[in-house]
């Protein structure tokens, strides 16, 4: 069987993946490779933008959006994260940009 090494994995990744294993009860080993056989297994291949067109007579942009995602095994809880995320970035540049005024070209 086919060995896999990966190289320069982050840590806060390392960390996620063997929490995920944890919570599964699996190995980190184990738990990559369930990953790996949900989102690009033999037997399923990723939809794309063209076949998903051709099973829905009009695909709008969050359906394609919505097929790829759950095809990755992308949960609700996942875009709760992102959203977090952006959120939190989204204040540190307003932060960010407030502190960088004069206190002349502030806008009242």
């Known amino acids: 069987m086919p060995l896999l090494k990966i190289r320069n994995l982050p840590d806060p990744l390392y960390r996620a993946l063997r929490t995920r294993a944890l919570a599964h009860g699996r190995s980190i080993d184990a738990e990559v490779r369930a990953i790996l ?11 794309t933008l063209r076949n998903i067109h051709e099973t829905e007579p009009v695909a709008l942009p969050w359906t394609c959006m919505s097929e790829m995602s759950r095809a990755a095994g992308l949960t609700n809880e996942d875009f709760e994260v992102l ?18 005024l004069t206190p002349t070209s502030r806008p009242r």
């Not at 056989?37 to 939809?47: F, N, S």
């Open 37 to 47: 056989e949900r989102t690009v297994g033999a037997d399923k291949a990723l939809p």
């Open 83 to 100: 959203d977090n995320v952006r959120a939190m970035i989204r204040a540190e540049q307003a932060d960010q940009y407030l502190s960088s």
